[in-house]
């Protein structure tokens, strides 16, 4: 992917939350509201031995999707949005929702798993890095991290489904392995899929701390 210009003083990550705020109704009514593929498997292998006690976090939880689907399957889900317009949505819906931006926020808790379903996609390499020694350190010992990217190489900014500017950075696995190995995970695996998105290449990835 190209590095495409763009003028963002207060970083690109401020540029993307403004662009979800404005446009909420369009990132809904574009957005499949089925948990189906790669990304249902994913969320079940995560899931998978986990009590109905277990304590989990979801980041960018937008309108409920996953949260939805992680409910049905019996477990409680505290959601977390750092776009206002998306927790006032959730709140509305019935569910357990704050405002957390990973940025710039502490992670509180600990949890036996934080989920983070095309979220860390949205932070540049060196934003990434940080966000996940935050949340190695708010995982219960044992606990679990899953993470999805976009695959690919570099990073861009892109107007589509939103019709306003998002930022991406693109990964393959031999970029994140050193990565996680830095941040003290015990062990991590990456699934590469193939996905019906209008990106199609995915990362999904679980990663276990010591």
């Given at each position: 992917m190209t590095t495409l210009a763009h003028d963002d003083p207060s970083g690109?990550?401020?540029?993307?939350?403004?662009?979800?705020?404005?446009?909420?109704?369009?990132?809904?009514?574009?957005?499949?509201?089925?948990?189906?593929?790669p990304s249902k498997d994913w969320i079940d292998a995560a899931l998978d031995g986990l009590s109905?006690?277990?304590?989990?976090?979801e980041l960018g939880s937008a309108f409920g999707r996953d949260a939805a689907y992680i409910a049905s399957r019996g477990f409680a889900v505290e959601c977390t949005d750092a776009v206002p317009s998306f927790v006032s949505?959730?709140?509305?819906?019935?569910?357990?929702?704050?405002?957390?931006?990973?940025?710039?926020?502490q992670v509180e808790g600990a949890?036996?798993?934080?989920?983070?379903?095309?979220?860390?996609?949205?932070?540049?390499?060196?934003?990434?890095?940080?966000?996940?020694?935050?949340l190695i350190r708010a995982?219960?010992?044992g606990g679990r991290i899953a993470f999805s990217l976009k695959r690919g190489h570099g990073e861009s900014w892109s107007n589509d489904k939103l019709g306003a500017p998002r930022y991406f950075c693109y990964w393959e696995?031999?970029?994140?392995?050193?990565i996680l190995d830095a941040?003290?995970?015990a062990h991590w695996n990456i699934e590469e899929a193939q996905t019906g998105r209008a990106h199609a290449a995915w990362l999904y990835v679980i990663a276990t701390p010591p």
């Open positions: 690109t990550n401020g540029t993307t939350l403004r662009s979800y705020e404005a446009r909420t109704d369009a990132y809904i009514g574009g957005t499949s509201h089925v948990v189906a593929g109905p006690a277990s304590a989990i976090l949505h959730l709140q509305e819906r019935g569910f357990r929702a704050r405002l957390l931006n990973v940025l710039t926020d949890y036996d798993l934080i989920l983070a379903n095309a979220v860390l996609l949205h932070f540049t390499r060196q934003e990434f890095a940080s966000v996940l020694g935050r995982a219960k010992p696995p031999d970029d994140l392995r050193p941040c003290g995970f």
